[in-house]
């Protein structure tokens, strides 16, 4: 065996004086091997750091090494066993200040019997000392609680630079930073995961330090050093050998320029408040899991801690970690030491580090840490990702440089920025960190604080030098440029680029009453985020247009909360949705919630795809009314939905798959003479479409249907009958259905399969009210939507005319009568109509447009082939560009104020518009009367 004589170190007073090591045991590969950072000098300091708790000369052996360390006190109080006791509290780092009156108590208590006192390692000391913190801690956390609102979430702070608002909203902020509460532990310490596993059994019964270095199993060579001996130097060289030693006082060693190791000052981190340095819960140090929230959390995940050195690029594989005996040291997997406690100072410093903005080069170098929180890191897109669809959660991924470690300590939590704006230009960021939940140490900081130490870690970590850095002034060109790549872009997000939540909850928590001065006043007061380029109203007209999406009114707002729509977005459903446009305020016409419209899906998930709406004119929300997305009998409407009326000729029986790509089209073809109304591309076939069109523009070349005995006329009741006025006859689309043998994918079933293109409901400019435009090109030929309402009968429709009239609110009705020509008598309650004024779908909200109307209104026939019932499908008839309003001609004669649709002043603004005719004709016939 050769051993090695060691390089005599300095820990303070203690003089290491020899140390020898077992050639044949080199601890780098032996127990400790997995760590290459680790020497025999840092064992030797971990064993000298103990050591000079009993300034005595020992002889220690762990397994085959053996070291000798003498210790010499050679700055002595002036009452040696005072300033001893003053160390060894130091030692566990409890300071002076807070040892000094309890000793003085004990003294008292034990009439100056200093064994007493100094028995197990000052035991009773230590006992007092955490019981006076205790009840300290206790009325201290009172009266903090009594202050404060410990209630998470909601602290808005808002910043108006009108026009251009920015709004900060920092919701419940709040991360894992005990490493920044401690910044004195410079040396990462890595715990085996039987560490981790103790700490619910140390929690549950706090071990005194003295309790906890007893020794519980043997270690090689140090058989002898297992004696019974109750004197404590003895067993503190047995207490050494055993793997699990009390890691506080160890942990609290520090490096020193000098290559020294000496008991930590609090002093390393510059950036940080030295008040947040230390934990004034000592007992709780020493016990380490003193959050119970963390501790629990961390169970066995081993998180990291943050290392100031490596905050400024040194690795902490140098020299000055500290590593416990026996355990297997991973570089990747740097841990903090087990849970450090919490305090409301800490909890302040705390906050920034979860609202830092993201670094984009957190990608590229990944931090050193467990694999859970790189699986976070994972999760977490660096900056303004596009979620899934289109929820954009910008999350602040902390600043890797700087927090490779901080990071991890905020693992299963998430923070998020979010962007959202508004067409007037006001752009909001969200902020959020959801581990603030359920902490009651945690609360709301000051906002300047915040910024003040985001500034400084931008400062100092990321070397911005430039001493004008402003972080207000960064969150302005922020929004800035998110407006500018709003409003730039056509509509498309771009990969990579800032997407938008068109439905943020940071938004939903700010009412609109928040946005009326522009200002909010936080908890902390209102805080303003300038703007370096002010964004007018004006400027961003586009914005709008480009997105597909939504507004945000008061209603709307808190009811999005019960809704469940921030589930929608957390799913990522929000396909179509690119934007957002926040509606400040909504005067919502009734106070009857349930038709009251989700601001991204007017079709509150009835549809196959959601319909956003917008609002980017005024304050309007749109008109109370139930979305549906089939019709339904409201009363009396005789419909026969009745298998047993299908008979084979009004289906296909015999198809199978597509009848689309049969060789001889089917049945249900021979309704359009004998081919199918659609192509295979699911448009409609154009011969067809041509005519339709035809149809609607040129009514009398198609030879309108006049009944003898109106049921319209009919039902008015009248004396005198007035004539018909003429109906259409229409040629009907018969699709497949589920009498038919084709698959439901088949081509011949279009309309029935629902919406499928990109729509959104938006307040017109023309002074329409609400319309109905396209998000994408469409093709010609392509079904939109069908008109749904509630099926009236004529008497009813009458009925409702009536009562609209004295009630002022316009019905929306269409009829069904593309086929009363074909029937001589027909019943009220066979003569249908379709209003949408209560209960419709998202075809309510089409304008209508003289005759050059992009979308043509065609009867399909579905399930009943007696074409009194049947729907009413809206196909385009030409292409139709993105961003269009759609339109259909009403065939309105603006001269019969007596039709059921009530004649409006039309501002189609077609050059074909009758309505405009008519004012001119009867203008010039007023001039030449
Ligand atoms: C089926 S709704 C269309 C949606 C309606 N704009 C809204 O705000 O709910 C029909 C009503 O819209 C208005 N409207 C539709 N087309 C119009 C046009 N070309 N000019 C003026 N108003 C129109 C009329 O008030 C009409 O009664």
Redesign the pocket.
């Known amino acids: 065996m050769c051993v090695h004589a060691m390089q005599v170190i300095w820990v303070e007073n203690v003089e290491v004086k020899d140390c020898k090591v077992d050639d044949d045991d080199d601890i780098q590969s032996g127990t400790m091997n997995s760590n290459p950072a680790f020497t025999t000098k840092h064992y030797v300091n971990i064993l000298s750091s103990i050591c000079r708790r009993t300034c005595a000369k020992r002889t220690f052996c762990i397994g085959k090494l053996t070291v000798e360390i003498s210790g010499e006190r050679t700055v002595m109080a002036p009452n040696p066993r005072v300033s001893a006791a003053f160390k060894a509290m130091a030692e566990l780092g409890i300071n002076e200040k807070q040892v000094k009156p309890v000793l003085k108590n004990l003294l008292r208590l034990f009439d100056r019997n200093w064994e007493l006192i100094e028995e197990e390692n000052y035991r009773v000391l230590l006992d007092a000392i955490f019981d006076a913190e205790d009840t300290q801690g206790v009325e201290e956390k009172e009266e903090k609680k009594k202050s404060k609102n410990y209630d998470v979430c909601n602290l808005n702070y808002v910043g108006s630079v009108a026009p251009f608002l920015v709004f900060l909203n920092l919701v419940a902020i709040v991360s894992d930073i005990s490493v920044a509460a401690f910044p004195d532990i410079l040396c990462p310490v890595t715990y085996q995961e039987e560490d981790m596993e103790e700490e619910p059994q140390l929690r549950r019964e706090p071990a005194r330090p003295s309790k906890r270095i007893h020794s519980s199993g043997d270690e090689g060579s140090s058989q002898k050093k297992k004696s019974t001996n109750a004197d404590p130097e003895d067993n503190m060289g047995e207490a050494l050998t055993q793997p699990h030693q009390p890691e506080r006082p160890l942990k609290r060693l520090r490096k020193t320029h000098g290559g020294v190791l000496s008991p930590s000052p609090s002093t390393c981190n510059p950036m940080l408040p030295r008040d947040i340095t230390r934990s004034p819960d000592s007992r709780a140090e020493l016990q380490q899991p003193v959050s119970p929230h963390l501790g629990n959390k961390n169970k066995g995940k081993q998180p990291v801690v943050s290392n100031p050195l490596a905050q400024h690029g040194k690795r902490s594989t140098e020299s000055g970690i500290i590593f416990l005996p026996k355990q297997r040291v991973d570089t990747h997997q740097l841990m903090k030491p087990k849970d450090e406690p919490f305090t409301d100072d800490m909890a302040q410093d705390e906050v920034p580090i979860a609202v830092i903005l993201p670094d984009p080069s957190s990608k590229e170098n990944p931090p050193i840490q467990n694999g859970a929180t790189r699986e976070q890191n994972d999760q977490e897109p660096v900056a303004f990702q596009e979620r899934e669809s289109t929820r954009s959660d910008i999350i602040a991924s902390s600043n890797e440089r700087n927090t490779n470690f901080e990071f991890a300590t905020v693992e299963e939590e998430s923070s998020n920025l979010e962007v959202a704006s508004s067409p007037l230009g006001e752009v909001k960021l969200s902020f959020s960190c959801s581990s603030a939940v359920g902490r009651l140490d945690f609360h709301m900081p000051k906002l300047d604080a915040v910024i003040k130490l985001t500034e400084e870690k931008y400062l100092h970590s990321y070397k911005i030098i430039d001493p004008n850095f402003s972080l207000k002034n960064l969150l302005g060109h922020m929004c800035e440029s998110f407006l500018e790549l709003g409003t730039n872009s056509n509509g498309e997000s771009q990969d990579g680029s800032v997407s938008v939540s068109p439905n943020l909850d940071a938004l939903k928590k700010t009412t609109a009453s928040d946005f009326v001065h522009g200002t909010k006043e936080s908890l902390n007061g209102p805080v303003s985020i300038e703007c370096p380029t002010a964004v007018t109203a004006s400027q961003v007209p586009r914005l709008p247009l480009s997105l597909n999406g939504v507004g945000e009114c008061r209603q709307a707002g808190e009811r999005a909360d019960s809704n469940g729509f921030a589930e929608v977005d957390k799913e990522g459903e929000l396909e179509d949705s690119r934007g957002l446009v926040v509606v400040q305020h909504c005067d919502l016409p009734s106070d009857d919630l349930r038709s009251y419209h989700d601001i991204n899906d007017i079709t509150k998930g009835e549809e196959r795809v959601k319909i956003p709406w917008v609002n980017e004119k005024n304050n309007e929300c749109p008109?109370s009314f139930f979305y549906i997305s089939q019709s339904l009998v409201f009363q009396d409407a005789a419909i026969n939905f009745r298998l047993s009326g299908i008979g084979d000729a009004n289906c296909c029986p015999t198809c199978f798959g597509d009848c689309l790509l049969a060789s001889v089209p089917c049945v249900c073809a021979s309704q359009t003479e004998g081919d199918f109304a659609y192509t295979r591309e699911g448009l409609l076939n154009d011969d067809f479409l041509e005519e339709c069109i035809s149809m609607t523009r040129n009514p009398q070349q198609h030879r309108p249907f006049y009944c003898k005995s109106c049921p319209l006329e009919r039902v008015k009741n009248d004396d005198c009958l007035e004539p018909c006025k003429g109906h259409l006859r229409r040629q009907f689309i018969k699709e497949c259905w589920s009498k038919c043998g084709c698959h439901r994918q088949c081509g011949n079933r279009v309309v029935q399969r629902g919406l499928n293109w990109k729509l959104q409901v938006f307040f017109t400019s023309e002074?329409?009210?609400?319309?109905l435009r396209t998000l994408e090109d469409l093709p010609k030929g392509a079904f939109v939507c069908e008109y749904v309402g509630e099926v009236l009968t004529s008497k009813e429709l009458h009925e409702r005319n009536i009562k609209s009239s004295r009630s002022g609110k316009?019905p929306?009705p269409v009829l069904l009568d593309a086929n009363w020509a074909s029937k001589a008598d027909l019943r009220d309650e066979e003569a249908l109509c379709l209003d949408a004024t209560n209960y419709g779908n998202v075809a309510?909200?089409?304008?209508?447009?003289c005759l050059d109307a992009n979308l043509a209104e065609i009867p399909v026939e579905v399930e009943t082939p007696d074409h009194c019932y049947y729907h009413l499908a809206f196909f385009t008839t030409r292409k139709v560009n993105a961003l269009e309003e759609l339109t259909w001609d009403y065939g309105i004669d603006f001269d019969d104020h007596d039709h059921p649709v009530?004649v409006?002043?039309?501002?189609?603004g077609s050059k074909f518009c009758r309505n405009m005719k008519r004012s001119n004709r009867s203008r010039s016939a007023s001039i030449a009367r």
């Open positions: 008109p002074g329409k009210g609400w319309g316009r929306y309510r909200f089409i304008n209508h447009r009530k409006f002043q039309c501002l189609c």
